[in-house]
């Protein structure tokens, strides 16, 4: 069974751009969570998705963050416009309902310069 | 104070020793702790979760937990240096199923 799948890998973009990230979660977990780890720091809750619907979003940093998960599959997290500070690791992760246990992806490393 | 504490290391062993990893929590309502590993440019692995007092084992490694002492540990037997990562101490945040990270803890074993 293939795990929690996220795209790009690697992103490099000019401050002010606008970057859109992609995780696809194992199959039939419908929760979905985003976290982000900045240089240095620890891995920080995002939001979390419970199919398409957004459980919490309490860890959005600001407006220039949007995530979607349309139809309840893969999401998307788009930056816009990209600020230095946004600079980091950002992972996906997918549990069942019900379950606790999170199974995170590789992670996309952006960069803003 | 931070919600979740590691000392971020590195700690250093020599292969064959026992590896101690050691983590706090300051919210004392929290059920589940999970440990996480992540080798360089990887995903966080999960390698053990607990959630009652006392320790659970699963092959090398048992979980301790002290809830009184709000106090969550990992220990690794027979240290190996395939065992060398970062690892992730994490509570679940009891207002919903999120996790809450410490900064993790570098592990060294030493061939």
């Known amino acids: 069974e293939a795990g929690v799948t996220q795209f790009p890998s690697h992103s490099v973009i000019e401050k002010g751009q606008t970057v859109t990230l992609r995780c696809d979660p194992i199959?039939?977990?419908?929760?979905l969570y985003w976290y982000r780890r900045v240089m240095g720091k620890e891995i920080k809750f995002l939001l979390h998705?419970?199919?398409?619907?957004?459980?919490?979003e309490s860890g959005m940093p600001n407006n220039r963050f949007l995530a979607e998960r349309t139809g309840g599959t893969y999401s998307t997290l788009k930056v816009q416009p990209a600020e230095l500070e946004d600079s980091g690791v950002y992972f996906c992760?997918?549990?069942?309902?019900?379950?606790?246990?999170?199974?995170f992806g590789p992670g996309t490393r952006l960069t803003v310069l | 104070q931070k919600e979740v504490e590691q000392n971020s290391g590195p700690l250093s062993v020599p292969e064959g020793a026992i590896a101690s990893l050691n983590c706090t929590y300051s919210?004392?309502?929290?059920?589940?702790f999970f440990w996480y590993r992540q080798y360089s440019g990887k995903s966080p692995e999960l390698i053990m979760s607990?959630?009652?007092?006392g320790d659970k084992e699963d092959g090398r490694f048992t979980a301790q937990l002290n809830k009184a002492s709000q106090y969550v540990s990992l220990l690794i037997r027979d240290s190996q240096p395939s065992d060398s990562a970062t690892y992730l101490c994490?509570?679940?945040?009891?207002?919903?199923?999120?996790?809450?990270f410490g900064a993790g803890t570098i592990l060294r074993v030493k061939s």
């Open positions: 998705f419970v199919k398409e619907s957004k459980q919490d």
């Open positions: 607990i959630y009652s007092n």
């Open positions: 919210d004392r309502v929290s059920q589940s």
């Open positions: 992760a997918s549990s069942q309902v019900g379950t606790d246990t999170q199974y």
């Open positions: 199959s039939g977990h419908d929760n």
């Open positions: 994490a509570v679940n945040d009891v207002y919903g199923n999120k996790l809450v």
